[in-house]
């Protein structure tokens, strides 16, 4: 599995969607897991260009980023509406999530978290 320092709490926070995420990803081999792992930083790189940019949340080319995000967090598991905005909100309001998030650029989460909501108003139920 992808080594994780917040595995215990997601476990103990969520743990049916734990589970479906620890057995999508049981079905990856080590490269996989790595390459999932880069695709996720890439998206965030490419997040980061729109925000300096000053590309705006809802602009096509940020939701079309954000739509990469959401099948990106599908190899995890697969949030509703409702959930992905959480997901979104989480990385605003947990600051380990602003720190990762903004390490690529200051202010990223806040801009993700803008784009999430955008993108699954408009796509998901």
Same mark, same amino acid.
């Given at each position: 599995m992808i080594e994780n320092?917040?595995?215990?709490? &997601?476990?103990?926070?969520?743990?049916?969607?734990?589970?479906?995420?620890?057995?999508?990803?049981g079905k990856l081999s &080590?490269?996989?897991?790595?390459?999932?792992?880069? @695709?996720?930083?890439?998206?965030?790189?490419?997040?980061?260009?729109?925000? %300096?940019? %000053?590309? &705006?949340?809802?602009?096509?080319?940020?939701?079309?980023?954000?739509?990469?995000?959401?099948?990106?967090?599908?190899?995890?598991?697969?949030?509703?509406? @409702?959930?992905?905005?959480?997901?979104?909100?989480?990385?605003?309001? @947990?600051?380990?999530?602003? &720190?990762?998030?903004?390490?690529?650029?200051?202010?990223?989460?806040?801009?993700?978290? @803008?784009?999430?909501?955008?993108?699954?108003?408009?796509?998901?139920?």
């Amino acid at each position: 599995m992808i080594e994780n320092a917040y595995e215990s709490e &997601a476990q103990q926070r969520w743990p049916d969607t734990f589970a479906q995420s620890e057995a999508r990803l049981g079905k990856l081999s &080590a490269t996989e897991r790595g390459q999932l792992i880069e @695709d996720g930083n890439q998206i965030s790189r490419e997040l980061a260009e729109q925000l %300096k940019a %000053k590309v &705006a949340a809802d602009a096509p080319e940020v939701q079309e980023l954000i739509n990469r995000h959401y099948r990106w967090v599908c190899n995890f598991w697969t949030p509703e509406r @409702d959930s992905y905005i959480a997901l979104g909100q989480m990385y605003l309001d @947990d600051e380990r999530f602003t &720190a990762h998030y903004d390490e690529f650029a200051s202010g990223l989460a806040l801009f993700i978290r @803008d784009a999430i909501l955008r993108y699954a108003s408009s796509n998901l139920v």
